[in-house]
């Protein structure tokens, strides 16, 4: 039994089409990113995926279920993107107030628990409204665990999150797979984050799948997955017709020389622009991995930020 099975799910607001045509398999066990930038329709793809939004067509199976089917209750846990609990209440009474509205069991225990390894310990008894930003993102996504889900919908956990909160909270997760084989979905902004959680990345771009695979997939595996950067002092010359060999991208103050096997195809380049660059006028030769910054800006012509 798969995950999550999508087919060609749609969501239109009026006149915006949010999601697009989506089809999507995700396999038990597996981190499953949705990368993509503001307004992608991430987060719309999640709301149906929880049963919040009913599509406007396509349809969904959620372990095997209606995304609406009481059962998924105590087996979905969700971390909405917006804040979710109660300002005036402690993390510690908020935590007790959602485990019994869960009928979780040992909850006084779990609670505990949970403020330990979310690092809310110290901060139990101060007023939710209060906590610092980190603090609040871990008490909404520490509510998400207060039941071992089979399968955890994270709506953008890492935003507005400091890097020691993240890093974190990548190690809880990990050890929770380790543990229990749960399924991830999460969304993400963030290339970082995909990059270094997911088992499998969808990038999503106005509704649609992009690209999908394991980030070294999408990155190209090494192989032909390099990108050499030369940066110029001034702009360069008129190189019209002079690379047609490569996919080289010119910019201002830019020549990128992108899908390199870098090893077998730099000393060829080095020969070519040695007679149409002079050497003064090169600030930086850099070669670095495809990122899947990369890859988003291949498909779309956009950086993943803009
Ligand atoms: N309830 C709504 N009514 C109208 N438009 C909406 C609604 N929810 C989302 N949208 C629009 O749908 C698109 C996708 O939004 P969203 O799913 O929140 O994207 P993401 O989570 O990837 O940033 C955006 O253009 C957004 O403005
Ligand atoms: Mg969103």
């Known amino acids: 039994m798969l995950a999550v099975k999508t087919s060609r799910l749609s969501k239109v607001f009026g006149d915006v089409v949010a999601v697009d045509g989506l089809s999507l398999e995700v396999k038990q066990g597996e981190v499953f990113g949705l990368l993509g930038p503001n307004g992608a329709g991430k987060s719309t793809t999640i709301k149906m995926l929880t049963g919040l939004l009913s599509p406007t067509s396509g349809t969904i199976e959620v372990l095997g279920r209606h995304p609406t089917d009481q059962e998924l209750l105590t087996s979905v846990g969700y971390v909405p993107q917006d804040l979710v609990f109660y300002g005036h209440l402690s993390a510690k009474e908020n935590l007790e107030l959602f485990a019994n509205c869960m009928e979780v069991e040992n909850a006084k225990e779990r609670v505990t628990e949970l403020l330990r390894l979310f690092e809310l310990y110290e901060a139990k008894d101060r007023r939710a409204a209060v906590l610092s930003g980190g603090q609040k993102r871990r008490l909404n996504v520490a509510i998400a665990f207060l039941l071992t889900p089979q399968l955890l919908i994270l709506d953008e956990p890492s935003a507005g999150m400091?890097?020691?909160?993240?890093?974190?909270?990548?190690?809880?997760?990990?050890?929770?797979?380790?543990?229990?084989?749960?399924?991830?979905?999460?969304?993400?902004?963030?290339?970082?984050?995909?990059?270094?959680?997911?088992?499998?990345?969808?990038?999503?771009?106005?509704?649609?799948?992009?690209?999908?695979?394991?980030?070294?997939?999408?990155?190209?595996?090494?192989?032909?997955?390099?990108?050499?950067?030369?940066?110029?002092?001034?702009?360069?010359?008129?190189?019209?017709?002079?690379?047609?060999?490569?996919?080289?991208?010119?910019?201002?103050?830019?020549?990128?020389?992108?899908?390199?096997?870098?090893?077998?195809?730099?000393?060829?380049?080095?020969?070519?622009?040695?007679?149409?660059?002079?050497?003064?006028?090169?600030?930086?030769?850099?070669?670095?991995?495809?990122?899947?910054?990369?890859?988003?800006?291949?498909?779309?012509?956009?950086?993943?930020?803009?």
């Open 162 to 306: 400091d890097p020691q909160s993240r890093n974190m909270l990548w190690e809880i997760l990990e050890g929770m797979r380790e543990e229990s084989n749960i399924t991830v979905i999460l969304t993400t902004h963030l290339i970082e984050t995909a990059d270094r959680l997911c088992n499998r990345v969808a990038i999503v771009d106005h509704g649609k799948v992009i690209a999908i695979g394991t980030p070294s997939e999408l990155k190209g595996k090494g192989k032909d997955g390099e990108i050499l950067e030369i940066v110029l002092n001034n702009s360069p010359p008129d190189l019209m017709g002079k690379l047609n060999d490569y996919d080289v991208e010119i910019t201002e103050h830019m020549i990128r020389f992108r899908n390199l096997d870098t090893f077998s195809e730099l000393p060829k380049i080095v020969e070519k622009l040695n007679g149409l660059i002079p050497k003064e006028s090169i600030r930086s030769f850099n070669i670095r991995q495809k990122t899947l910054e990369d890859v988003f800006i291949a498909h779309t012509g956009r950086s993943l930020r803009e």
